[in-house]
């Protein structure tokens, strides 16, 4: 007969693998690894923090509360603290129809919400453009009734969410298939409204999910550059955001002033990687618990 050696063989009480690289591999690999790490994340990274406080820790905090620093880091919180909440209600509402209901066209649903991930951000700031501009239907009309939308914060808005709004959803959906309908039946077959139902049966079930999904929608919401460049209008104190912000300073040779605006941003990529990891620890418990992956 023969031995198939893609299986593993119990010898004596040690499971020893038929098939396996070799030490020396273990350890080239974890070398590549490394190598590349520390060259394409961890030395970018140490250097912008390097540069920031190359002329001191004086320097540093002077090109932080500089006005434009300080308008473009306001900007920047306006814009997270509008797209976040406005993505958190669409991607829970998005999981819950897709997750619980059967309908006709829910697969084309579900790729529309994907189509952020393979458009380019610069794309979708042009389709504001035409969506927006004088020369459209709705520009003039917006305009005429004191609306502005681009070059101004309301486009700005709009361009975050359309490149940030697929990750609570997509964080979300799958979760939500694999509990089911179960405990939301049983909660209304005793007498639970539907709101009741979503408070005290759903959104426990899926809170960390959903701590997940607006930790990363956060994050790319504050580091976009491309949609939010297109639709922004870099008018200094006014519609840059700290991405933009950083771009002029460095254009402009002012590499110190540069370097401390974008360590703000790298900051803020450290500790969304740290609660990224705390959040998978605890949300992956839970999926385990729940007989998931």
């Known amino acids: 007969m023969a031995h198939d050696l893609s299986q593993s063989e119990p010898i004596g009480n040690v499971w020893n693998p038929a098939t396996t690289e070799s030490r020396t591999a273990r350890y080239v690999l974890i070398a590549i690894t490394l190598v590349f790490l520390g060259l394409f994340l961890f030395m970018p990274l140490v250097s912008v923090f390097v ?150 049966v759903t959104l426990p079930n899926i809170k960390w999910g959903l701590l997940y999904g607006v930790l990363l929608c956060n994050a790319r919401a504050m580091g976009e550059f491309g949609a939010v460049s297109v639709v922004s209008g870099h008018i200094r104190g006014l519609t840059n955001t700290m991405p933009l912000h950083v771009e002029i300073l460095y254009n402009e040779y002012n590499f110190v002033a540069a370097f401390a605006v974008a360590s703000l941003l790298a900051l803020l990529a450290l500790v969304t990687l740290v609660l990224k990891t705390l959040l998978e620890l605890r949300y992956g418990a839970e999926l385990r618990a729940a007989g998931g992956h």
């Open 51 to 200: 540069e920031a406080f190359r002329k001191g820790p004086a320097e540093f905090f002077a090109a932080l509360v500089e006005p434009d620093a300080k308008a473009a880091i306001r900007l920047t919180l306006l814009v997270a603290a509008t797209a976040v909440p406005l993505n958190l209600i669409f991607g829970v509402v998005a999981a819950w129809t897709i997750a619980k209901f059967e309908f006709k066209g829910k697969a084309f649903l579900t790729t529309l919400i994907d189509l952020p991930f393979s458009v380019s951000p610069v794309i979708s700031g042009l389709v504001y453009v035409l969506l927006f501009s004088s020369h459209s239907v709705l520009g003039p009309w917006l305009k005429s009734h004191g609306i502005e939308v681009l070059f101004a914060v309301p486009g700005i808005v709009l361009a975050t969410m359309f490149v940030t709004f697929p990750f609570v959803a997509r964080e979300l959906i799958p979760l939500m298939q694999h509990q089911g309908t179960t405990d939301e039946e049983a909660a209304l077959s005793l007498g639970a409204n539907g709101w009741q139902t979503f408070w005290h």
